[in-house]
């Protein structure tokens, strides 16, 4: 894209703050890059996204279709990231805590939000892991909980597995070896990103 982005002002939305004794509320951002012409854009972060996203997804069955392919979810987070996509101030500015995937399928494409909690609470109550030990669905149900915390990026590596809580299941290795070896626990992995993004 090779557009410099600023947004302006940096505060947060919906706070109050005082300008020469006077109350004042943030009610919108507006994110403000030069153009292809050289000439300065200035929009909201809503539109910058909705723009942006567009240029690489025209629908949001483009976007699901890539979504639900992609190996890892991190890739196509990193090349929005890249194309100029901010998911934290856009998060903020949608105040809710959804991670990047509700975030484009609401902003973007007007689909009805659904936090990361949401998602993994919904993913539990589907009771879809029971044909997995009892050691692989305990450290099912712990994934489920991190990505709520911090996301699917997290979920998708390796270490995640040297880490609390999903250590206290055992070490890597013995974790594996729960799921039936490496392959099988990939497999697990991409089985839980697609109870977790399915549309109903």
Not at 4 to 24: H, N, R
Not at 61 to 87: M, P, S, Y
Not at 89 to 105: H, N, Q, R, S, W
Request: a negative charge; aromatic letters at 8%; glycine letters at 6%.
């Amino acid at each position: 894209m090779g557009a410099t982005l600023t947004i302006i002002p940096a505060v947060k939305i919906g706070v109050k703050y005082y300008v020469d004794d006077v109350e004042v509320i943030v009610i919108a951002e507006r994110v403000q890059y030069y153009g292809k012409d050289g000439k300065l854009i200035t929009e909201s972060l809503r539109d910058y996204t909705r723009n942006t996203v567009k240029k690489d997804f025209a629908s949001l069955d483009d976007f699901l279709n890539r979504w639900n392919a992609a190996e890892r979810k991190e890739t196509i987070i990193q090349e929005l990231e890249e194309a100029g996509v901010l998911f934290e101030p856009l998060a903020e500015a949608v105040g809710k805590d959804m991670g990047p995937f509700d975030l484009i399928c609401h902003v973007v494409f007007g689909q009805p939000p659904l936090t990361r909690k949401e998602r993994a609470v919904n993913v539990k109550k589907r009771n879809y892991f029971v044909k997995y030990g009892e050691k692989a669905r305990a450290v099912l149900d712990s994934l489920l909980d991190k990505y709520a915390d911090e996301g699917i990026e997290n979920v998708e590596s390796m270490n995640i597995l040297k880490l609390p809580p999903i250590n206290q299941h055992g070490t890597p290795i013995e974790i594996i070896e729960s799921f039936g070896g490496k392959d099988q626990y990939q497999q697990a992995i991409k089985e839980l990103e697609d109870q977790l993004y399915k549309v109903a």
